[in-house]
């Protein structure tokens, strides 16, 4: 298997899954895509049915990184994807599977689930993901003997998930950004409650976006951050993606009997980052008939797939809602999707991208690539505070079920593409505890907590309280690398 780049940089050069793995973007600016996807073929199909999670894992992510022996990748896939870890379910007996489906009920004809995506560590999907990141991450040092600082600025989900998987890694160090006093009790004392020694919370006295300043003033010093090795887990890595593949292929094994069957799948989105690996195991041969984007107000990705415009938003025109992990205001994995629905030409992409940079935006409208959007399967809807509080009430009311607010957002919108005898599964993100707030506010009631959180908030809490100065951080990861 070889990479390649969305903007067309190195065609003819070899890039392998492990040269990737530690980096962001490609040296043009583009995002690495296997050159080729591989295929499932009938006989894998029936024979992966019943894989257990970690093996299905196995399966998949060796298609995409031939260059790891298979032992050791079966390892780590083994290592990553125990009852243990995800070990915060619902129902204790569904524990080894990893990402159980939970029926709520038929609605027009049509089969109605969720994935459960969020029973990891931190209670959100990117567990899925980034736990088999830190495995990967600890074996590919140790290979090359080399270390690594992670350095990343956060206002809850992704912060919290790179912790928890990179926590007493060999060779891994975390410097995690987040703006001071301005995160929940719950999501503050989940990272700063850890102890271990290669994790340094850095609370900066300022907004999120202060904290991502500072990021990006860091990575811009080019010999500051070779010489620290600085790297970065965002949702643009490529294992990341991949390692997401494989939860699309067990949740619809579980919403079906045959391997004819479709399934549809909604995904709550802001960075594209998930939806794209529905995507990907759509293009290697998963008979998934629909994938639904649902938004937030935030409605970047809706307005590009209602009409073929893509409009990133400036600062101020990103709210702040109720499901604040899909407040974006560009979608950093769309180049992906653009790169294959504009056939794979990289000239092309590389021009609509850089009118996104010179002109906020491209428009596709009139191209006949748009129309193609549907052969991919795409469909989209946007879902609002409003629509949040009634979804979270109703499907409480109605199944017995508490789901969080991004999740909302997606059986909102998963309702307005329901076909009959096509099951919709959708993915849920997020625990109802880590935004307890509109959970108060739609069922005038707790959220439910899972055993292992119980007197979270009041955990001894280790942070180091920085100014808003990028010059500050520098000193303080300098002297904590030596
Ligand atoms: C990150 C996140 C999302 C958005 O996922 P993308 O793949 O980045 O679009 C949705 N819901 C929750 C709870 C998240 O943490």
Redesign the pocket.
């Known amino acids: 298997m070889n990479y390649i780049s969305t903007r067309g940089a190195g065609i003819g050069e070899r890039h392998t899954f492990s040269d990737i793995l530690l980096g962001g973007l490609a040296k043009d600016g583009g995002l690495y895509l296997p050159n080729e996807y591989p295929k499932v073929t009938a006989d894998e199909l029936a024979r992966w049915r019943t894989l257990p999670y970690a093996d299905l894992a196995f399966e998949i992510l060796r298609k995409f990184s031939d260059d790891i022996p298979a032992d050791d990748l079966r390892e780590l896939t083994r290592r990553t994807y125990t009852a243990q870890t995800y070990c915060n379910v619902r129902d204790e007996e569904n524990a080894a599977q990893i990402t159980p489906l939970k029926t709520l009920g038929v609605e027009n004809g049509a089969p109605l689930s969720l994935l459960e995506l ?1 029973n990891g560590p931190t209670l ?3 567990d899925m993901a980034m736990q088999l990141l830190g495995n990967l991450f600890e074996y590919t040092l140790a290979k090359h003997g080399e270390t690594l600082n992670i350095l990343g600025a956060t206002s ?3 912060g919290s998930a790179a912790e928890y998987a990179m926590r007493g890694k060999k060779g891994i160090r975390v410097f995690m950004l987040s703006p001071h006093k301005k995160m929940s009790a719950f999501q503050t004392a989940q990272m700063y409650s850890l102890q271990d020694p290669n994790i340094f919370n850095i609370a900066v006295e300022g907004v999120f976006d202060d904290c991502q300043d500072i990021v990006k003033a860091v990575s811009n010093d080019h010999a500051f951050k070779a010489q620290q090795k600085i790297g970065t887990v965002n ?1 643009i890595n490529w294992a990341r993606v991949v390692a997401q593949v494989v939860y699309y292929f067990k949740g619809y094994f579980a919403a079906t009997k045959s391997n004819d069957e479709r399934v549809s799948f909604t ?10 690996a529905g995507h990907i195991a759509r293009m290697m041969g998963l008979p998934i008939e629909k994938l639904v984007v649902a938004t937030n107000e935030n409605d970047v990705l809706d307005e590009f797939f209602r009409t073929g415009i893509y409009r990133v938003r400036k600062s101020a025109e990103t709210y702040h809602t109720s ?1 604040p ?2 407040d ?1 205001s560009k ?1 950093s ?1 769309f180049e992906r999707f653009v790169f294959d629905l504009l056939g794979r030409d990289p000239q092309r992409v590389l021009q609509l991208f850089r009118d996104v940079e010179e002109k906020g935006g491209f428009d596709l409208q009139a191209s006949g690539d748009f129309a193609r959007v549907t052969e991919f399967g795409f469909v989209s809807g946007r879902s609002d505070h409003d629509d949040r509080v009634d979804t979270i009430r109703d499907v409480f009311q109605r199944y017995d079920t508490m789901i ?1 607010t ?2 909302a957002d997606g059986v909102k919108v998963a309702r307005e593409h329901l076909q009959a005898g096509v099951p919709m599964v959708v993915l849920e ?2 625990q109802p505890i ?1 935004f307890g707030e509109t959970i108060r506010e739609a069922l005038e009631r707790e959220p439910e907590r899972p055993a292992a959180f119980s007197g979270l908030e009041s955990l001894p809490q280790r942070f180091e309280v920085l100014p808003n100065d990028a010059q500050r951080v520098k000193e303080f990861v300098a002297a904590h690398t030596r």
Request: glycine content about 10%; some cysteine.
């Open positions: 969020s959100a999907f990117k809850g989900d992704t949702s995904v709550p989105s802001g960075n594209f980052g998930n939806v794209c499901s992990s899909m974006i979608a994995n969080d991004h999740t993100t997020a880590k």
